[in-house]
């Protein structure tokens, strides 16, 4: 059973920074992405940043330049730093973990972390 907890989340004046982790733990592939993802009230929730197991990233244009995803492989653990913060921001926050097995993708989800920016 593959579980995900994120963490780092809390309340911040614009401008600041915040810095989210998420640990992935039980029985993970080599082979993998983690993302993150975020929903603001009465939205859908979107994508944000993707880092590959080699460290290739992508960002939505809204965070790009100010937000930088990273991972450490060892611990199974992905971060998102998160600067120059915008009321605009003010979501919860979800981590993603993908993995890739006989043809197929499987995709778990923590349980969301709260990120609220004040202006």
């Known amino acids: 059973q593959v579980q995900l907890v994120e963490s780092g989340g809390g309340l911040v004046q614009a401008g600041g920074s915040l810095r989210l982790s998420c640990a992935a733990s039980?029985?993970?592939?080599?082979?993998?992405?983690m993302a993150w993802y975020r929903q603001a009230p009465g939205k859908q929730r979107e994508w944000v940043a993707t880092?590959?197991?080699?460290?290739?990233?992508n960002y939505a244009d809204s965070v790009k330049g100010r937000f930088t995803i990273s991972r450490d492989n060892a611990k199974n653990t992905v971060y998102l730093q998160m600067n120059s913060l915008k009321p605009e921001d003010t979501a919860v926050y979800y981590c993603?973990?993908?993995?890739?097995?006989?043809?197929?993708?499987?995709?778990?989800w923590g349980q969301g972390t709260q990120v609220t920016v004040s202006s």
């Open positions: 993603k973990l993908r993995m890739y097995a006989g043809g197929s993708t499987y995709d778990y």
């Open positions: 039980g029985t993970i592939g080599s082979i993998n992405t």
């Open positions: 880092i590959g197991t080699g460290g290739s990233t």
